[in-house]
């Protein structure tokens, strides 16, 4: 089982598990898929009687085959055995109708954490059976950067450069980033959105120069984005595990068919959703939460991915994407591994800014995603009406997803539909934007968040606290032409 991964467009560009884990993106500018996921199943027996790190296991050694139970269980415990405050990783509530899963008690407050705790670990481990450095290059729309900055602090063999939009971010995200401390990380702003720096890294992955300049320091470039499956796979384990709380909690029966409520961007959080179910989760299902940015609702509604839209800049920043990367992946899967078809899909994105898959995969889409968007003034009404009625507070990206939960639940008239929906921010990190929605206008970020602390029964997360006062170590601002030299430069500082 070497060669397990394949690139979503071509069967001949294989990949095991750990080189697919170092190279991020697959030489053709694919996605590594595994094609014999759907024949992976998981036991529900064993995942109801586990603990998160034992369901971790249980996912991990399905999908990474070439790494040892040790490794594995070493990584497991590097990343979650003390960096998260829940004892349960990422705990379920109920809130009113809906099920909430907390997927934000890590180190940065976001649920990138949970895959990005772990992802530095599969790499490091990677990396010693093949004695190399990796430089990871990542484009962040916000919570991202922070997380990954975090997860790669100081892990030996690696650094690591994060590029974010400048003035694009909440003070709060800014902050936590211009503040990393670490002797291997680099921080730059960028002139430009979310989608010019993840095109301009997509574009460094695939440049002969730099990989050469980064050659001579014994360097390989790798993305620690959403679209490596040391970031996907991690994500697979909260499905399972939610599944596994709403049976102790005698919410459902064990086989009984669940719905997930999936606040969206990059398509990566959801994407690991659907691979649960193709591992044998019962899954009614996906209903993806779009903000104003509603590209993923037009395309599940119509059939026509078309990235040629506006812009638009909301208050949930970490899903304002128009092009959603590992929508890709859930396209291989759905036309039956076709991946020619896949790649002709993906040249009409790159040709035309649009691609339409016809009437035949719509329906199949359609089957196991529903969808819906908020803009910011609905998404603020969501916030205001949940705390309101339940004295629960929303981030506004959570508040898209619990929204679109909310509806699918009334919408279900005739029978009881259990639908979690992932909260996938701390409050914390938008006080102002919260505030707002709660009646309350503070624009200074640290007043908001005092001000947040003294209405929301749950207290603010102790690396947030501790924001205030560090110390911005980061300033430079760059134009996307000017990213290449950056990770050159960075290749030549950081492993010199
Ligand atoms: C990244 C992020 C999302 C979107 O997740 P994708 O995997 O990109 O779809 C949603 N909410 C928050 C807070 C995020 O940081």
Not at 30 to 41: A, C, R, S
Not at 149 to 178: E, H, R, W
Not at 397 to 424: C, F, P, R
């Amino acid at each position: 089982m070497d060669s397990a991964y394949q690139s979503t467009r071509d069967k001949a560009l294989q990949a095991s598990a750990k080189q697919a884990v170092l190279n991020g993106i697959a030489p053709d500018g694919g996605l590594y898929v595994l094609p014999e996921l759907d024949t992976v199943k998981i036991d529900l027996d064993q995942i109801l009687q586990g603990s998160y790190l034992d369901n971790a296991y249980t996912v991990l050694s399905a999908l990474l085959p070439d790494y040892t139970k040790e490794e594995l269980q070493e990584c497991i415990h590097n990343a979650y055995g003390n960096s998260f405050t829940n004892e349960k990783i990422t705990p379920l509530r109920q809130v009113g109708d809906v099920y909430v899963l907390e997927l934000f008690h890590g180190p940065t407050s976001a649920f990138k954490d949970v895959a990005l705790t772990l992802l530095p670990q599969l790499m490091s481990a990677a990396l010693k059976s093949q004695e190399g450095k990796a430089l990871i290059l990542t484009a962040t729309s916000g919570d991202t950067g922070k997380a990954a900055l975090s997860g790669f602090q100081d892990v030996p063999n690696t650094g690591i450069c994060v590029f974010y939009p400048d003035g694009k971010v909440s003070a709060m995200q800014y902050k936590q980033m211009a503040s990393q401390q670490g002797s291997n990380v680099k921080v730059f702003g960028i002139q430009g959105n979310f989608d010019d720096a993840q095109t301009e890294v997509k574009n460094l992955f695939l440049n002969p120069e730099l990989a050469k300049q980064a050659a001579r320091h014994q360097v390989r470039l790798s993305s620690a984005n959403s679209i490596n499956i040391g970031r996907l796979i991690p994500q697979i384990v909260y499905y399972f595990d939610a599944y596994k709380q709403l049976v102790q909690q005698g919410v459902i029966e064990k086989g009984e068919e669940i719905s997930f409520s999936v606040p969206t961007g990059n398509f990566g959080d959801v994407l690991a959703g659907y691979y649960a179910s193709l591992m044998g989760l019962p899954v009614k299902k996906f209903y993806v939460a779009s903000n104003a940015n509603n590209v993923l609702t037009e395309f599940l509604n119509t059939g026509r991915y078309d990235k040629n839209r506006p812009f638009i800049q909301t208050i949930s920043p970490s899903m304002d994407i128009l092009v959603s990367s590992n929508l890709e992946r859930l396209l291989y899967y759905m036309a039956d591994k076709d991946e020619a078809k896949v790649a002709g899909w993906m040249q009409d994105l790159k040709d035309k800014g649009f691609y339409e898959v016809g009437p035949e995969m719509l329906e199949r889409l359609q089957a196991k995603f529903g969808c819906g968007s908020y803009d910011d003034a609905a998404t603020k009404q969501i916030i205001h009406d949940v705390f309101e009625q339940y004295g629960y507070v929303l981030d506004p990206h959570s508040a898209i997803g619990y929204g679109l939960a909310d509806e699918a639940i009334k919408a279900n008239q005739d029978g009881k539909e259990v639908v979690v929906a992932l909260a996938t921010a701390s409050p914390y990190k938008f006080c102002s934007d919260v505030l707002d929605a709660l009646g309350t206008q503070e624009k200074d970020p640290w007043k908001a968040l005092h001000k947040l602390e003294e209405i929301n029964p749950d207290p603010v997360p102790a690396g947030l606290a501790a924001l205030e006062e560090a110390e911005i170590l980061h300033k430079d601002v760059l134009k996307t032409e000017e990213m290449q030299q950056a990770v050159a430069g960075a290749c030549a500082e950081l492993f010199a």
